[in-house]
T-cell receptor, first 111, second 114 residues
Framework: QKEVEQNSGPLSVPEGAIASLNCTYSDRGSQSFFWYRQYSGKSPELIMFIYSNGDKEDGRFTAQLNKASQYVSLLIRDSQPSDSATYLCAGRGGGADGLTFGKGTHLIIQP | DTGVSQNPRHKITKRGQNVTFRCDPISEHNRLYWYRQTLGQGPEFLTYFQNEAQLEKSRLLSDRFSAERPKGSFSTLEIQRTEQGDSAMYLC????????????FGPGTRLTVL
């Protein structure tokens, strides 16, 4: 059974600091990984995706993938109060199938 | 608005009633997905269409659930004989098979079964 694990938090980070969010997955067949941000009562909003080992940067966000360790992370630099949300990690297998989500990490940026 | 749209946004029904939700994907997207999300959990995959073909169904999708995408454009998700355990946010996402095949979510339909 495919599983994606995340620490539910809350993770509290001071404004301006780096927030580090982590995710592990069980299915070695997973090919690509996605980070979504979800505000309370809203639907998930895509932040970025990654499918190659290493780092991928987009503005203040950096995704990291280590397939050998089955580990995905998201770094948020210069954290802002508006970054306070639940961050969902999701993986997808080699076929065009649905995403397997973790339960999400609740991030709080303290002003 | 060129994003994924869902209707209705909220639905309150009594146990035992049937409900139907609609999803309109991003116009050029040929793949459409349904998920269900309950409080404190991540979205759970229900089913997936490529054009009009339903290619995958989760074991979560009981016989009371049925989804259609008759012309490969909008999709409907019907729940028959609703139960209180069906109360959740029902999310629709769409993607295109070319490129990253990234899924973009609609605003969701929140179902409350009394």
């Amino acid at each position: 059974q495919k599983e994606v694990e995340q620490n539910s938090g809350p993770l509290s980070v001071p404004e301006g600091a780096i927030a580090s969010l982590n995710c592990t997955y069980s299915d070695r067949g997973s090919q690509s990984f996605f980070w979504y941000r979800q505000y309370s009562g809203k639907s998930p909003e895509l932040i970025m995706f990654i499918y190659s080992n290493g780092d991928k940067e987009d503005g203040r966000f950096t995704a990291q993938l280590n397939k050998a360790s089955q580990y995905v992370s998201l770094l948020i630099r210069d954290s802002q109060p508006s970054d306070s949300a639940t961050y969902l990690c999701a993986g997808r297998g080699g076929g065009a199938d649905g995403l397997t989500f973790g339960k999400g990490t609740h991030l709080i940026i303290q002003p | 608005d060129t994003g994924v749209s869902q209707n209705p946004r909220h639905k309150i029904t009594k146990r035992g009633q049937n409900v139907t939700f609609r999803c309109d994907p991003i116009s050029e997207h040929n793949r459409l997905y349904w998920y269900r999300q309950t409080l404190g959990q991540g979205p759970e995959f229900l089913t997936y269409f490529q054009n009009e073909a339903q290619l995958e169904k989760s074991r979560l999708l009981s016989d009371r659930f049925s989804a259609e995408r008759p012309k490969g454009s909008f999709s409907t998700l019907e729940i028959q004989r609703t139960e209180q355990g069906d109360s959740a946010m029902y999310l629709c996402a769409s993607s295109h098979e070319r490129g990253s095949d990234t899924q973009y979510f609609g605003p969701g339909t929140r179902l409350t079964v009394l």
